[in-house]
Structures are given as C-alpha cells and as structure tokens.
T-cell receptor, first 118, second 113 residues
Framework: GAVVSQHPSWVICKSGTSVKIECRSLDFQATTMFWYRQFPKQSLMLMATSNEGSKATYEQGVEKDKFLINHASLTLSTLTVTSAHPEDSSFYIC??????????????FGSGTRLTVV | AQKITQTQPGMFVQEKEAVTLDCTYDTSDQSYGLFWYKQPSSGEMIFLIYQGSYDEQNATEGRYSLNFQKARKSANLVISASQLGDSAMYFCAIYNTGNQFYFGTGTSLTVIP
C-alpha cells in the first residue's frame, strides 16, 4: 500500500537553530501534503497544506516565515522550523491523500517527528 | 467551517467487551467523508475506517464498525471484542470536497485485562 516516509522520527535542537522535516511519498505521487502539529494529549492541528509547484496554504495563526514548507516534487514535501524555540517543541506529522479508501479518497500519514527544542 | 466533537476524553473497557466511541460533526457540505484513526503511544496515525456521506450502509472493517446517523450528524466508532492492543488515542476526522481534513480532540481508550 501507499507509504509516506517521514524523517527524522525525533530531533533535539538548540534554541535558535532550524530543523528540516521531510515527508516522502513512496510508490505514489503526492500532489498535496498536509502538515499537522500535535501537542501532548491534544488533537492534530492542521498547520498548512502544500501543493507541488505552488506556495503552501497556511492555516490562520500559523507563521509562514517560521514554518517554511517546500513541495518541489511530487514525492517530497519538507517543513523547516526556522529559529526554533522551546514553544515549538511538538509532534509534527504529515499526510498525503491516497486513493482506494473511499469515494473522497483516503489519507496516508507519516510516522511523525517529535521535535524538542532546548 | 468544519467541527468535530468527541465528548469522551477517556474511556475504559474490559477486555473482550465492546465499546462505543462518540463522534459528532458539524458541516454545511453535502459531500464529505468521515474517518477514524488510532494513535498508539508511538505517535503514528493508523487508519481504521471510513464512511462517505452518501454511503447508505454503515462501514465495517473487521472488529471496527461505524454507526453513521446522518440526520444526527453522528459517526460513532464501535470496537467489538476489545483487545489489550486497542489501548490508544482514537481520533474522528472529517474531510470535505474543499480538500480540508480536520480532527476531533480524541478519546483515550484503555482496555482492562
């Protein structure tokens, strides 16, 4: 079945540095990738939607300059957390629409990235 | 705007018993899809079951079934014969033709041996 490979699984970085998270679609082309953030014991909150070859669409309240999203190819979308601060520590997860699970399609999730900023 | 409500922050069920996790939604769209995902402590999101808004029959996938009541905008997940491995967070989600996907706040299920 369709797989979205997300790396790294976990990362610890110093405050002020940038961290890049990659999501690759294996065996299928992901023209769209959704990026979510999840704080402990909370739900997944949609941050942005990336579309191959065009600018990402950010949800209200999400800083575009802080969370840079690039979707340069049909199999790769990246999220870069720039100048990370401790409050950016969270679980980040991507998902891509895939076919075969329903009339409106299904979604395949990456395995998530646990970011800790110290 | 879409809204998903899961009113049960935590649920307990005895092993081998059935359990129902509640989900209500609010949407003005005519065409939409409803999903249930399981998230174990590892964090991965595991797809469980899907129900389309025009599907007349309730969806079933093995031990999972979805009690879809469209008029009440309700899409409850029923897990039969609970197993210890079912202990996890469960999220209800809605997808619409606007290509938007929103999750509820989740229900933590604990299966008791």
């Amino acid at each position: 079945g369709a797989v979205v490979s997300q790396h790294p699984s976990w990362v610890i970085c110093k405050s002020g540095t940038s961290v890049k998270i990659e999501c690759r679609s294996l065996d299928f082309q992901a023209t769209t990738m959704f990026w979510y953030r999840q704080f402990p014991k909370q739900s997944l909150m949609l941050m942005a939607t990336s579309n191959e070859g065009s600018k990402a669409t950010y949800e209200q309240g999400v800083e575009k300059d802080k969370f840079l999203i690039n979707h340069a190819s049909l199999t790769l979308s990246t999220l870069t957390v720039t100048s990370a601060h401790p409050e950016d520590s969270s679980f980040y997860i991507c998902s891509a629409p895939t076919s075969g699970r329903g009339r409106l399609g299904g979604y395949t999730f990456g395995s998530g990235t646990r970011l800790t900023v110290v | 705007a879409q809204k998903i409500t899961q009113t049960q922050p935590g649920m307990f069920v005895q092993e081998k018993e059935a359990v129902t996790l509640d989900c209500t939604y609010d949407t003005s769209d005519q065409s939409y899809g409803l999903f249930w995902y399981k998230q174990p402590s590892s964090g991965e999101m595991i797809f469980l079951i899907y129900q389309g808004s025009y599907d007349e029959q309730n969806a079933t996938e093995g031990r999972y079934s979805l009690n879809f009541q469209k008029a009440r905008k309700s899409a409850n997940l029923v897990i039969s014969a609970s197993q210890l491995g079912d202990s996890a967070m469960y999220f209800c989600a809605i997808y619409n033709t606007g290509n938007q996907f929103y999750f509820g706040t989740g229900t933590s299920l604990t299966v008791i041996p």
